[in-house]
């Protein structure tokens, strides 16, 4: 099935040129040129993934995510300037997937997006779809069912999104073993995909602040300064 993805960006120059890419890819666009109403219809008629911008008027895109992150988990790339690191941080802070700093490829742009979504259909597929589900995973607190996409702790849920789910999958496949950001990064980013040091820090950062949402007293991922992180059992 082809996949639908939202384009919110409020230069329709950068809209019409994304969308004719897209296209020519054989994905279908979904163009918003303005926050708020781009917000109802992600919410209303989610996409399979969406594709945004950062600064624009009246809402900017973190305030777009910050709300969309209230009811949906639907993958999200930011396009953010190189000169805004603050907001690529935030950005990732919130729950996005990825950034692209612009200018940027697009063929790049295209790369993240398949691999994202290529993420999103493994878990499609491990929910019994092709083949059994996969089995559900239990380190001490921690419970994770890969089939419906669902974490808990101490029996409350706790909301990731893909690329959330993917780098804590991956600590907590071997509780004490240290893996290096290098690690993270090809369990999360597939496909050669680079990505720096500074967005698996930023995702690890919002896994614990999801955690001590549901649990104040969160331990469950250590980090060992120079050598990366590691899940601890309790």
């Known amino acids: 099935m082809t996949a639908s993805?939202?384009?919110?960006?409020?230069?329709?120059?950068?809209?019409?040129?994304?969308?004719?890419?897209?296209?020519?890819?054989?994905?279908t666009t979904r163009l918003y040129s303005d926050g708020d109403a781009a917000l109802r219809a992600l919410i209303d008629n989610p996409p399979d993934l969406v594709v945004c911008d950062i600064k624009m008027p009246n809402m900017d895109g973190i305030e777009l995510l910050r709300r969309l992150?209230?009811?949906?988990?639907?993958?999200?790339?930011?396009?953010?300037?190189?000169?805004?690191?603050l907001d690529e941080a935030l950005g990732l802070a919130m729950g996005a997937d990825d950034y692209i700093a612009k200018p940027f490829s697009q063929r790049l742009l295209i790369a993240r997006i398949r691999a994202l979504l290529r993420r999103v259909e493994m878990r499609r597929q491990e929910n019994g779809e092709a083949?059994?589900?996969?089995e559900i995973t239990v380190r001490g607190r921690l419970t994770m069912d890969p089939a419906r996409h669902r974490v808990e702790w101490d029996g409350k849920e706790v909301t990731l999104t893909v690329t959330e789910f993917m780098i804590l999958e991956a600590l907590a496949q071997r509780p004490g073993v240290v893996k290096n950001r290098n690690q993270l990064m090809d369990a999360a980013y597939q496909d050669d995909i680079y990505v720096d040091d500074r967005t698996i820090d930023s995702h690890i950062k919002r896994l614990r602040r999801k955690f001590r949402e549901v649990a104040p007293d969160f331990n469950g991922i250590d980090t060992l300064y120079g050598a990366g992180y590691r899940f601890v059992e309790d």
Request: hydrophobic letters at 45%; aromatic letters at 6%; glycine letters at 4%.
């Open 5 to 27: 993805i939202a384009l919110v960006d409020d230069d329709r120059n950068i809209l019409s040129s994304l969308s004719i890419a897209m296209i020519a890819e054989g994905f």
């Open 131 to 134: 083949g059994p589900p996969a």
């Open 69 to 85: 992150r209230e009811k949906s988990t639907v993958p999200f790339i930011f396009l953010t300037s190189k000169a805004d690191e």
